[in-house]
Each structure stands twice: as structure tokens, then as C-alpha cells.
């Protein structure tokens, strides 16, 4: 029976490790996206503002349930 455990916490490493890089993914995938060219924007300040706006709503939405937790 003492072989149990190991197996429990290897899969709780894990499944940590996958949310981890799940994490990081998302994370370089919002930065790609806010360091894209706006465009024939005239006005690069106002456009790094909402891009700012838009980095702290993506990352509200990507963050993993449960991500609070550390055991």
C-alpha cells in the first residue's frame, strides 16, 4: 500500500507543470498581440492605454481556477 501515494502527488505535478505552461502560453500570446503593429494610428500613446486595458482584461480571463491555492 505504500506505493500509492507517489503516484497521487506525480500526477498533481503534473497536472501543476501543464496548467504552468498553459499559464505562460496564454501570457506570450497576449504580449504578441499587444506588441502587434495598431496600424495607421496616429496617436501611439492613446493606443498603448487601451492596449494596457486590454493585457489586464485578457489576463483576468485566462486565470486558471484554483490558481490561489498552493498546497
Known amino acids: 500500500m505504500s506505493g500509492r501515494g507517489r503516484s497521487s502527488f506525480t500526477k498533481r505535478q503534473k497536472e501543476r507543470s501543464r496548467q504552468e505552461k498553459q499559464r505562460e502560453k496564454a ?3 497576449v504580449q504578441r ?9 496616429s496617436d501611439s ?9 486590454d493585457f489586464a482584461a485578457a ?12 498546497e
Open 27 to 29: 501570457e506570450r500570446k
Open 33 to 41: 498581440k499587444l506588441e502587434k503593429p495598431v496600424g495607421s494610428e
Open 45 to 53: 500613446e492613446s493606443s498603448f492605454e487601451l492596449s494596457e486595458e
Open 59 to 70: 489576463a483576468e480571463q485566462l486565470a486558471l481556477p484554483n490558481s490561489h491555492l498552493e
